[in-house]
């Protein structure tokens, strides 16, 4: 589907080399406009908004950045462990973003996933998870399983 | 004949408006040289079309850029007194309010259209691109390098310890366009030719993939620099130095600079790190304690391995520099490290008694 | 019989919208109704560029296709002249008007091949109107397609935080949405009728 220019200006951002390495898109092949849209419908009938996902990230991320690279446990499960890189990390929407990686391990079923500042605001702010087969895409599913948040 | 007509008034059509866009081609969107006037008293003359910062580039003056001007990064500020145009949308998710109120643009963004005022930092004119050879390139840590550059023919570079210049990564693999990264310089100032820079690998990073995956010894790379207000400040007090990760580079070329200059301060440095793996240039320390009796190295590991058969101090970096200052102490502190661990270094160094102006910090 | 000028602009908003009597202009107005903002951004690009370029189709048409009796090339000329106007229209608006540009700038380049506005420029030529006729239906034309697209946006907008079969989701719920607002558009044609 057609999107509006300002969306092409910033679906260029995200290729590979512009801002990042790998770019923002993996194998996508979808338009931006389109990978938002699917993204939304997802969150929706997930029962969650992209606020909400976001918040839950922010939260987890703000106790693991207190141990300098430790792991921390949150909850009695999560081990949230915050690695903090040199320099800052641009957004393709606009921005500047510490470099921040985390990773979250669920110590109930030894699953866990990963993501980085820049991540929370692009979801928190856009509404954009990364595209398919990105190395930093958050899948919303994954997240709510492994965070194991409810609804409401 | 009606055939003839027809295709001529076609023709005359088009030709017509191809002219009329190639004549306003050439009459708008040419600018002239414009007159680029700097802080007041130096005046340049460039071709007016192309964006400020590439135009102060052309002149040799480089306003530190991350992303190479593509408007990403919000680095290269500037403030346009007059001739800058309005403000784009472009600019402004980079700049605040107050920003916005003092004139300050986006140099990469504002076109030179017409003759144009601008304030730059002073420091900036010393500022050059260099050329140089990769002559070591030593891991320190297993996601830790050194690499030493050393400046080609007889350049030599001016620097104050705690500075950091701008490495160029060129283009390479996928990556379509040329990328700036800052690193600090690690080795002390009296080496006018030759500098040594402390690189930890960022996962999927642009720059530090190119570092560690793509340069070799002997290749040939560019930075600019010298660039930042971290240095070493004249006073009497007793120094502080926190660090973690690559920060322990500019602490390094300050270390030194007290070794050359004599400055015999009473000064303590803390370098945290998580577990052994992660520790380096401890001898480069020990050495440093020998030469300067005043000075000790604690470094600190928050989490050691049974294998490293850890004996020194354990915690995180905070807890460390809590348990060894006193509150009442005479101190001034130089922080590097990344924004968390500077943040919480900064809220216990006030805790200590530290007044805000004393303590100097780099944040990743 | 002529049409007063005035009843045309208002009739070309509301009674014979472009958009939703003759469905044109259909690609951008489905694909930029994602948001408020944007659509507004295209809409006045729209109105601008369709004022203009209407009357300068006018002018061809009248002075050059017509006394050469070429008046079956208009389709042609048409195109072209809109697409050497946006092109004309974009530099001068990088000079002397950036923050301008840089607002509606964005959206030009996607006007050209719009292809409402080579239709309003097409029945000016059916329905034989006159110069202030012309200028009337441009600008009326214009306002509502921005109309339209920014009703358009405003009602998906809502509709994006709702759950929507997935069948029907994207340009299927767009067109939906536009065939309801077409028939309420039909209870306004007792205003004026120009068709």
């Not at chain 1, 092949?29 to 990230?57: C, K, P, S």
């Not at chain 2, 008034?9 to 081609?25: C, D, N, R, S, Y």
């Amino acid at each position: 589907m057609k999107q509006t220019p300002e969306l092409d200006r910033i679906q260029e951002l995200m290729q590979p080399g512009v801002i990042s390495k790998d770019g923002f898109l993996g194998n996508d092949t979808r338009n931006l406009t389109d990978i938002l849209a699917d993204d939304q419908r997802i969150v929706t009938n997930l029962g969650f908004t992209h606020q909400e996902l976001a918040n839950a990230m922010e939260e987890l991320t703000e106790v693991g950045k207190k141990a300098f690279g430790n792991p921390v446990l949150v909850r009695g499960f999560l081990e949230v462990t915050v690695d903090s890189s040199k320099g800052k990390m641009a957004s393709p929407f606009g921005g500047l973003f510490d470099k921040e990686n985390v990773v979250v391990v669920n110590k109930k079923t030894g699953e866990s996933i990963r993501w980085t500042t820049l991540n929370i605001h692009m979801i928190r702010d856009h509404g954009f998870y990364e595209g398919k087969g990105s190395y930093f895409r958050v899948e919303p599913e994954d997240l709510v399983r492994v965070l194991e948040l409810y609804v409401g | 004949m009606s055939v003839l007509i027809t295709t001529s008034i076609i023709t005359a059509i088009g030709v017509f408006l191809a002219a009329l866009l190639t004549l306003a081609e050439r009459f708008l969107l040419d600018y002239g040289i414009c007159k680029i006037t700097i802080n007041g008293d130096k005046i340049y003359q460039v071709r007016g079309g192309n964006h400020l910062l590439g135009s102060l580039q052309e002149q040799d003056i480089f306003i530190p850029s991350a992303c190479g001007g593509r408007g990403s990064c919000g680095l290269c500020k500037v403030k346009v007194l007059e001739g800058g145009g309005p403000l784009l949308p472009t600019e402004t998710p980079y700049l605040t309010k107050e920003e916005i109120e003092n004139h300050t643009r986006l140099a990469c963004q504002v076109k030179v259209r017409n003759d144009i005022e601008i304030l730059i930092p002073e420091e900036l004119f010393s500022i050059r691109e260099y050329e140089a050879k990769v002559v070591n390139f030593k891991d320190l840590t297993y996601d830790i390098k050194l690499i030493s550059l050393q400046l080609k023919g007889d350049e030599t570079i001016d620097f104050v310890a705690g500075q950091y210049v701008q490495l160029k990564i060129p283009v390479y693999g996928n990556i379509k366009e040329e990328v700036y990264r800052a690193y600090s310089i690690a080795s002390p100032e009296s080496n006018k030719k030759q500098i040594d820079l402390i690189i930890r690998r960022v996962p999927k990073g642009i720059a530090t993939t190119y570092i560690f995956d793509y340069l070799k010894k002997g290749d040939t790379i560019f930075f600019n620099g010298p660039y930042g207000d971290f240095y070493l400040r004249d006073s009497q007090r007793e120094i502080i130095y926190i660090a973690g990760g690559s920060g322990l580079a500019p602490i390094k070329s300050m270390l030194h600079k007290m070794i050359e200059e004599g400055i015999d301060r009473k000064a303590t440095f803390f370098f945290g790190c998580v577990s052994g793996r992660d520790l380096y240039f401890v001898e480069e320390m020990k050495s440093f304690e020998e030469k300067l009796p005043n000075f000790k190295f604690i470094p600190a590991l928050s989490n050691p391995n049974p294998e490293d058969n850890w004996l020194g101090e354990t915690g995180l970096i905070t807890e460390v520099v809590d348990r060894h200052i006193s509150s009442d102490g005479d101190y001034e502190a130089y922080l590097c490290g990344s924004p968390g661990m500077i943040n919480a270094s900064i809220k216990v160094l006030r805790s200590k008694g530290i007044p805000e102006e004393l303590i100097f910090y780099d944040k990743f | 019989m002529y049409i007063n000028p005035i009843v045309i602009f208002f009739a070309s908003i509301f009674t014979s919208n472009i958009v939703l009597t003759n469905f044109l202009g259909m690609c951008s107005y489905l694909a930029i109704s994602r948001d408020l903002k944007s659509s507004w951004g295209l809409g006045q690009a729209v109105i601008f560029v369709m004022t203009i370029t209407t009357i300068l189709n006018y002018l061809v048409y009248k002075y050059i296709l017509v006394p050469a009796e070429l008046e079956y090339l208009r389709y042609i000329v048409f195109i072209i002249v809109v697409a050497a106007f946006v092109q004309l229209l974009e530099m001068v608006l990088e000079r002397f008007m950036p923050g301008l540009y840089y607002t509606l700038g964005i959206f030009l380049p996607l006007i050209t091949v719009n292809c409402a506005i080579l239709g309003v420029a097409l029945f000016m030529v059916i329905r034989e109107y006159t110069f202030i006729q012309s200028l009337a239906y441009g600008a009326g034309g214009g306002i509502g397609w921005a109309l339209a697209i920014v009703a358009l946006a405003g009602i998906r907008e809502k509709v994006d935080e709702t759950k929507i079969p997935k069948g029907l989701q994207g340009p299927g719920f767009a067109l939906i949405v536009t065939g309801i607002m077409a028939m309420a558009f039909i209870g306004l044609s007792g205003i004026a009728n120009i068709q």
